[in-house]
């Protein structure tokens, strides 16, 4: 067997710290799903679902009076809707990331962190499709979007970037959710097999197919796993580039430009990784994984977000210095607007929490403090809001200075995009709750006794 | 009655692949190790030739290609005709996102149904789940289990066989 080529993971930082074995492992992260919920975690339960029944009714409110209840005017014919969506979708990128890019590039430390990040994905995913559905006004009539026969013979103009979108999510959403489950079936089995309830046992069994462990399946697992790992790496990509060919196809000026689909991918990944922190901080304290989940994988996911986050100040940069290169005075105005008109504050917001702010991780001692981690990662995910919100505001002062105006949320903009985090974190406990929120099988693979050479003397 | 086969329970990782070898070698064909991670290397210690979901889900990606292609130009020629922007009614580099969408999202369905078929999953009653100490298979035991089938099954041989490669509580299981 070829054992010199292949590099001994137990020289590396170890990826799970005290003395865990395979059993203790499974002990570990199954413990969650198997004992009663704790207090806490009842009483965050109850705070998110008041959020998701806010979403509910503004929804029906929307419904019921027509799109006229949100604060969108004629320039800004988009406004809290597009915002949320971007921001939602970003947020969903980093789970992809981890899951499948990070697994091309045999990033180990991804492991125990990726279950989390993905059904972070997928929720962030639900919220963001919610926007397209609901702006529509007439939802009873959305399925015009997708290419199904129908009484008028008219079929989607599939020219458009928002029909691009449409294909891109729905993609991006089944593709994430496989890819999801495939690495759930696996631990679903290990569940199966520890309960001690019937009630238990039927439904993780249902849901684990019988899978049994046997290495002619795991063959096979394997390869669809690394194959949908290469697909889903470009799919994100793909995604968030289309959504900003929403902007970047149109004509607007400070809309398009060349950089958008770059500069919006780096940004989805700062935003993702900073969610990502954000709730692992707060899930590794809760449910005693600070052995699985160490300060290691945080330092590493820290170092991803300064890294992004400099890619997004740079995006910032060069967009104004194309502005002034192109000679082209309407985009001169449109950023020279963005930065000192009416909605500077906005920009210096983002600008504060997206390029300064991430620049605290350049130092070690900043970057391995749970705290200023925490901080840091909610300052990015306010300042990744606030970006989508100054590029969509920004048409609040287009060619025609008699149409100027000054685009402000009603308080349905409002409660809709807080009520979205009640759908987000609802789904979010439930997950916690019920599913195992660590990958065991990953886990235990890149465990030092994993190695079929472990305790061979060389 | 007929019994299904033998479990044999192994410790580690290392112990799983040798023993996977010498049933290998010495030539059985229906047995399988049963562990709760893949371990590396074990394919060639079983013997096993590369999986063909690759191939299957070349097949899914040429058809979601396809279907992207013939679905745009057709709508956008023949069955809805649209002159947008003064572009030709086929401009296929508009048709480049969604082609790609299609093509990842059958690819998708093809590795994840396909792995599961060539699985043989959902299967949710197998002989081997009737066995008590099998439940640790997904979590942190290691077995390798040989059906009746196999045309060197004996009940005595397979036994010696098998705990002669280092397994223990080799045990026949019900059907």
Same mark, same amino acid.
């Given at each position: 067997?070829?054992?010199?080529?292949?590099?001994? *993971?137990?020289?590396?930082?170890?990826?799970? /710290?005290?003395?865990?074995?395979?059993?203790?492992?499974?002990?570990?992260?199954?413990?969650?799903?198997?004992?009663?919920?704790?207090?806490?975690?009842?009483?965050?339960?109850?705070?998110?679902?008041?959020?998701?029944?806010?979403?509910?009714?503004?929804?029906?409110?929307?419904?019921?009076?027509?799109?006229?209840?949100?604060?969108?005017?004629?320039?800004?014919?988009?406004?809290?809707?597009?915002?949320?969506?971007?921001?939602?979708?970003?947020?969903?990128?980093?789970?992809?990331?981890?899951?499948?890019?990070?697994?091309?590039?045999?990033?180990?430390?991804?492991?125990?962190?990726?279950?989390?990040? $993905?059904?972070?994905?997928?929720?962030?995913?639900?919220?963001?499709?919610?926007?397209?559905?609901?702006?529509?006004?007439?939802?009873?009539?959305?399925?015009?979007?997708? *290419?199904?026969?129908?009484?008028?013979?008219?079929?989607?103009?599939?020219?458009?970037?928002?029909?691009?979108?449409?294909?891109?999510?729905?993609?991006?959403?089944?593709?994430?959710?496989?890819?999801?489950?495939?690495?759930?079936?696996?631990?679903?089995?290990?569940?199966?097999?520890?309960?001690?309830?019937?009630?238990?046992?039927?439904?993780?069994?249902?849901?684990?197919?019988?899978?049994?462990?046997?290495?002619?399946?795991?063959?096979?697992?394997?390869?669809?796993?690394?194959?949908?790992?290469?697909?889903?790496?470009?799919?994100?990509?793909?995604?968030?580039?289309?959504?900003?060919?929403?902007?970047?196809?149109?004509?607007?000026?400070?809309?398009?430009?060349?950089?958008? *689909?770059?500069?919006?991918?780096?940004?989805?990944?700062?935003?993702?990784?900073?969610?990502?922190?954000?709730?692992?901080?707060?899930?590794?304290?809760?449910?005693?994984?600070?052995?699985?989940?160490?300060?290691?994988?945080?330092?590493?996911?820290?170092?991803?977000?300064?890294?992004?986050?400099?890619?997004?100040?740079?995006?910032?940069?060069? $967009?104004?210095?194309?502005?002034?290169?192109?000679?082209?005075?309407?985009?001169?105005?449109?950023?020279?607007?963005?930065?000192?008109?009416?909605?500077?504050?906005?920009?210096?917001?983002?600008?504060?929490?997206?390029?300064?702010?991430?620049?605290?991780?350049?130092?070690?001692?900043?970057?391995?403090?749970?705290?200023?981690?925490?901080?840091?990662?909610?300052?990015?995910?306010?300042?990744?809001?606030?970006?989508?919100?100054?590029?969509?505001?920004? /048409?609040?002062?287009?060619?025609?200075?008699?149409?100027?105006?000054?685009?402000?949320?009603?308080?349905?903009?409002?409660?809709?995009?807080?009520?979205?985090?009640?759908?987000?974190?609802?789904?979010?406990?439930?997950?916690?709750?019920?599913?195992?929120?660590?990958?065991?099988?990953?886990?235990?693979?890149?465990?030092?006794?994993?190695?079929?050479?472990?305790?061979?003397?060389? | 009655?007929?019994?299904?086969?033998?479990?044999?329970?192994?410790?580690?990782?290392?112990?799983?692949?040798?023993?996977?070898?010498?049933?290998?070698?010495? !030539?059985?064909?229906?047995?399988?190790?049963?562990? *709760?991670?893949?371990?590396?290397?074990?394919?060639?210690?079983? !013997?096993?030739?590369?999986?063909?979901?690759?191939?299957?889900?070349?097949?899914?990606?040429?058809?979601?290609?396809?279907?992207?292609?013939?679905?745009?130009?057709?709508?956008?020629?023949?069955?809805?005709?649209?002159?947008?922007?003064?572009?030709?009614?086929?401009?296929?580099?508009?048709?480049?996102?969604?082609?790609?969408?299609?093509?990842?999202?059958?690819?998708?369905?093809?590795?994840?149904?396909?792995?599961?078929?060539?699985?043989?999953?959902?299967?949710?009653?197998?002989?081997?789940?009737?066995?008590?100490?099998?439940?640790?298979?997904?979590?942190?035991?290691?077995?390798?289990?040989?059906?009746?089938?196999?045309?060197?099954?004996?009940?005595?041989?397979?036994?010696?066989?098998?705990?002669?490669?280092?397994?223990?509580?080799?045990?026949?299981?019900?059907?």
């Amino acid at each position: 067997m070829s054992a010199s080529i292949e590099l001994d *993971p137990s020289k590396r930082i170890p990826l799970v /710290l005290g003395n865990h074995t395979f059993e203790s492992v499974t002990e570990v992260i199954s413990k969650p799903t198997e004992t009663k919920a704790p207090k806490w975690w009842w009483i965050a339960l109850c705070g998110a679902v008041s959020l998701l029944l806010l979403l509910v009714a503004m929804i029906g409110y929307l419904v019921f009076e027509g799109i006229g209840v949100w604060g969108l005017n004629n320039p800004v014919a988009w406004g809290f809707a597009i915002v949320n969506l971007v921001f939602w979708v970003g947020i969903g990128h980093a789970g992809t990331l981890i899951s499948a890019i990070l697994f091309l590039f045999r990033q180990k430390w991804r492991t125990s962190i990726n279950r989390f990040a $993905e059904a972070m994905t997928i929720f962030a995913v639900i919220c963001a499709l919610v926007f397209p559905a609901i702006h529509v006004g007439r939802i009873w009539v959305a399925y015009f979007m997708f *290419p199904v026969p129908n009484q008028m013979v008219m079929w989607p103009n599939f020219r458009s970037p928002l029909l691009w979108d449409l294909f891109a999510f729905s993609t991006y959403f089944t593709v994430s959710l496989l890819f999801w489950y495939v690495g759930l079936v696996p631990d679903l089995a290990t569940l199966r097999d520890r309960s001690k309830t019937k009630a238990r046992k039927i439904a993780y069994g249902i849901f684990a197919l019988g899978w049994r462990g046997a290495n002619r399946h795991w063959q096979n697992y394997e390869k669809a796993y690394m194959i949908l790992a290469a697909l889903a790496a470009p799919l994100v990509l793909s995604v968030h580039s289309i959504v900003s060919f929403d902007f970047a196809v149109s004509q607007l000026p400070g809309w398009h430009t060349t950089i958008f *689909p770059p500069y919006f991918v780096a940004g989805a990944v700062f935003s993702g990784f900073a969610m990502v922190v954000s709730l692992m901080v707060i899930a590794r304290e809760m449910f005693g994984l600070k052995e699985l989940v160490t300060m290691h994988h945080l330092e590493c996911m820290n170092k991803v977000i300064l890294v992004t986050g400099t890619m997004v100040g740079y995006a910032y940069g060069m $967009e104004f210095f194309m502005a002034w290169y192109s000679g082209y005075e309407y985009e001169s105005f449109a950023f020279i607007n963005r930065a000192f008109g009416p909605y500077a504050w906005a920009y210096w917001i983002m600008i504060s929490c997206n390029v300064i702010s991430p620049q605290l991780f350049w130092f070690k001692k900043l970057r391995t403090s749970i705290p200023i981690m925490f901080v840091i990662s909610i300052f990015v995910n306010i300042g990744m809001w606030f970006e989508r919100f100054v590029i969509t505001v920004t /048409l609040s002062r287009d060619f025609l200075p008699s149409s100027w105006g000054y685009y402000s949320p009603t308080w349905v903009d409002i409660c809709t995009l807080i009520g979205s985090f009640g759908l987000f974190f609802t789904l979010f406990l439930l997950f916690l709750r019920f599913l195992p929120m660590v990958s065991m099988a990953e886990v235990k693979g890149v465990m030092p006794e994993a190695n079929p050479h472990h305790g061979e003397k060389h | 009655m007929q019994p299904f086969g033998y479990l044999a329970e192994f410790n580690t990782p290392r112990e799983l692949i040798h023993a996977a070898s010498v049933m290998r070698d010495a !030539g059985y064909t229906k047995f399988d190790a049963h562990s *709760p991670f893949p371990i590396h290397g074990m394919d060639d210690a079983m !013997g096993l030739k590369p999986s063909i979901l690759g191939w299957i889900v070349l097949c899914g990606g040429s058809i979601g290609l396809t279907t992207g292609i013939v679905l745009q130009w057709w709508v956008s020629t023949t069955a809805y005709p649209l002159v947008i922007s003064g572009k030709p009614l086929f401009s296929y580099q508009a048709f480049v996102p969604v082609t790609f969408e299609l093509m990842v999202l059958f690819s998708a369905f093809a590795a994840v149904f396909g792995m599961f078929a060539i699985n043989g999953l959902p299967r949710w009653y197998h002989s081997l789940f009737n066995n008590e100490s099998f439940a640790k298979a997904t979590s942190h035991g290691f077995f390798i289990s040989v059906e009746a089938k196999d045309p060197l099954f004996n009940t005595e041989i397979t036994r010696s066989v098998l705990e002669n490669a280092g397994g223990h509580n080799v045990s026949l299981v019900e059907e």
